[in-house]
């Protein structure tokens, strides 16, 4: 069981560049309503990347704005939960704790584990500290996006229970690391790419880089 705040927001415009972001977001002190897209009130504002049913709602530990402050003391006073445009902060769970496809219950609704959060430029802009959204690719200090798998209504309060383990499946730090290998072993990749639950956009980046790898270093699919 784990504690969580939540958070919604509309769109606004960065600090330094002006361009439109949803990043900017303010506790919710009532009930929201969760469907298949994010909660209702809360918007994205590049729909491109951000947004939609596999990236539905995000999570960020909230034990990372520590390590991020530390690293970039002239912004520590701004990172507090809720800064980095994540819908749900919490305490206890971060990417070591989750696996992909885990399913969590929170209020009425469930959630499923897909995908870690890609973070850009603007993470940058909005705290004024060049190298910031790099040092959290680098570090994996990324939080995660669930899929909504039954909409339902959620409270200040309400508590982040797992529901349905992916007992087989990595958790989302070790999937990271594999991930991001110079040259990893490329039947884990491809296991990787078929774990239950994962996100298609992720899934399909995995199984195009499993490919190359083999077409490269040609390297043959493993027989039993």
Not at 6 to 29: C, D, E, H, V, W
């Amino acid at each position: 069981m784990a504690q969580i705040s939540l958070f919604i927001g509309g769109i606004s415009s960065l600090p330094n560049s002006g361009r439109p972001t949803a990043m900017l977001k303010q506790q919710a002190l009532g009930p929201l309503e969760l469907g298949t897209e994010g909660f209702i009130g809360d918007q994205q504002a590049d729909r491109r990347v951000h947004g939609g049913p596999e990236k539905a709602v995000h999570l960020y530990p909230a034990a990372h704005y520590a390590k991020l402050a530390e690293r970039f003391p002239e912004a520590a006073s701004q990172l507090l939960p809720g800064s980095l445009g994540e819908n749900i902060s919490c305490a206890e769970l971060d990417e070591t704790s989750v696996r992909i496809g885990d399913i969590y219950r929170l209020g009425n609704a469930r959630l499923q584990v897909c995908q870690p959060r890609n973070p850009c430029w603007k993470i940058d802009d909005r705290f004024n500290a060049d190298g910031m959204a790099a040092f959290i690719a680098e570090t994996n200090l990324t939080g995660w996006y669930w899929r909504v798998v039954q909409p339902g209504s959620v409270q200040p309060g309400d508590t982040l229970e797992l529901d349905q383990p992916a007992l087989s499946a990595l958790t989302l730090a070790a999937a990271m690391v594999l991930w991001q290998e110079h040259r990893p072993p490329v039947d884990e990749l491809e296991k990787l790419a078929a774990t239950p639950g994962i996100a298609s956009g992720w899934q399909q980046k995995i199984i195009d880089r499993a490919t190359w790898l083999r077409q490269q270093f040609h390297v043959k699919p493993t027989t039993l």
